[in-house]
């Protein structure tokens, strides 16, 4: 009910956040908040105290206070492609190589929405198109769970299998920082002509600030959202070979710009050498590739800020990943389970968003610092370190009832480019985002 106290909200949502003042020295200052109303994303695991924790944390790091924090806002950004339109028409988010399928023995989770990875689910399996009548559920469900995931991973498509969680390998996970902040390199300080306001807007701190993007997909785009939101010049920059899906461009693109370019090249160096901050979403192994590993951008740019994000943690620089997949391989799937046989999901895609939040805090709070410090400095997480923080937090036996709401008041309407886009509107309250540009619509320029 609308205006009730949550405890486990409360309770939960609270200590993460006082956690999370601690990493990124953010504990002066008022008291944190209650959750005086929990956000209403039902399930087993405490999906709702996450969200409002990291929501809450981007808001503290950019000096705004938390209660005016809309929970029900706080639902519909974190489910915003439920409420995305474009022209009055709501976009296929899903691919239908994309699910929990069941095998011989167990289940396995795919993730398809990239065409490149649906072509290579079908070669491995055999199988031309979905139009053949379920025959991706016949092939699977002929073969073992090893079998499968593993010639669907060799054919380079994405499978995991659905297993049960692990607590022991969580606790050790819960040991290592949920934001890894730290200086990187013994760079002196790189001083830099003031692009701010002569009046700066007190909700837009990172006014001046440049950021460059280099994320996709869902986690790292909400972090560098939301510094647009606060004010970044943000320009985000993609492969030309490797287009984004339409929807979900528009969807978390807002108050960026857009441009393509190969990252080897020098107007890419360009850019960085003039940046404030980075962000980095590839996988480890393919920035390494490409001369992005956060220690080298470091010293070759004194100053920057990098912050990084990835599936399964830089432990595993090779192995690409989803929240979807990171959720099947943790045990969120089955504790989520709707009848205790069939995996299900979480009620939003939450270890994206949270992730995408809380590291957009790490850098909201070190552009800060570094405007008092200087040096470089790192900032990174992953969706399965925030998956092992939310197993570790308090659960119920049961989700609970899915609240219904008036969602319309939660909305923006924008005009790209002669088309009329309906998106959700920003997680933290008091703010409102531009419109996204059209994907590589941009140049690649500051």
């Not at 972090?223 to 320009?235: E, F, H, M, P, Q």
Request: aromatic share 6%; net charge neutral.
């Amino acid at each position: 009910m609308r205006g009730s106290t949550d405890e486990r909200a409360s309770g939960a949502g609270t200590a993460l956040l006082d956690r999370v003042r601690v990493l990124l020295d953010l504990s002066a200052g008022e008291a944190v908040p209650q959750a005086r109303t929990a956000v209403p994303l039902p399930s087993r695991l405490a999906t709702a105290e996450l969200a409002w924790a990291s929501v809450a944390a981007s808001m503290l790091a950019a000096g705004l206070s938390p209660a005016t924090m809309d929970p029900y806002r706080v639902a519909v950004a974190y489910r915003s492609d439920r409420v995305l339109t474009i022209d009055g028409a709501t976009p296929p988010v899903w691919s239908p190589y994309s699910g929990f399928w069941r095998t011989r023995d167990g289940w396995i989770r795919t993730h398809g929405n990239y065409p490149h990875h649906a072509s290579a689910l079908r070669t491995a399996l055999g199988v031309q198109d979905e139009a053949e009548g379920g025959a991706v559920r016949t092939v699977i469900g002929e073969r073992s769970t090893v079998d499968a995931v593993a010639s669907i991973t060799r054919a380079g498509g994405l499978a995991v299998p659905v297993t049960m969680e692990e607590p022991a390998a969580d606790h050790v996970l819960r040991g290592t920082p949920l934001l890894e902040v730290r200086p990187i390199a013994t760079s002196v300080y790189r001083s830099r002509t003031s692009r701010g306001q002569a009046e700066p807007d007190r909700r837009r701190p990172l006014a001046g600030m440049r950021v460059l993007d280099l994320t996709r997909v869902i986690a790292g785009p909400v972090c560098t959202r939301t510094l647009a939101l606060l004010g970044a010049d943000v320009l985000r920059i993609d492969p030309p070979h490797l287009p984004e899906p339409e929807w979900q461009h528009l969807d978390t693109g807002h108050g960026k710009r857009s441009a393509l370019l190969d990252a080897r090249t020098a107007r890419m160096h360009e850019l960085l050498a003039a940046a404030d901050a980075v962000v980095l979403g590839y996988r480890p192994a393919a920035l390494d590739r490409l001369g992005l590993h956060p220690a080298l951008l470091a010293e070759r740019y004194p100053g920057l800020v990098v912050a990084q994000l990835s599936a399964w943690g830089t432990e595993h620089p090779d192995r690409a990943g989803f929240d979807s997949l990171v959720q099947a391989a943790s045990g969120i799937a089955l504790i989520e389970s709707p009848d205790g046989d069939r995996p299900g999901p979480l009620p939003a895609q939450a270890l994206d968003h949270s992730a995408g939040y809380l590291l957009a805090a790490a850098v909201t709070a070190l552009l800060r610092r570094h405007s008092r410090e200087g040096r470089s400095w790192y900032a990174g997480t992953s969706l399965r370190r925030v998956a092992a923080e939310l197993l570790g937090m308090p659960r119920t036996r049961e989700p609970g009832a899915e609240e219904e709401f008036d969602v319309r008041p939660h909305l923006a309407r924008f005009e790209v480019d002669g088309r009329t886009l309906v998106t959700s509107r920003p997680a933290i309250s008091g703010l409102e985002f531009d419109a996204p540009h059209p994907w590589g619509s941009d140049q690649p320029i500051w």
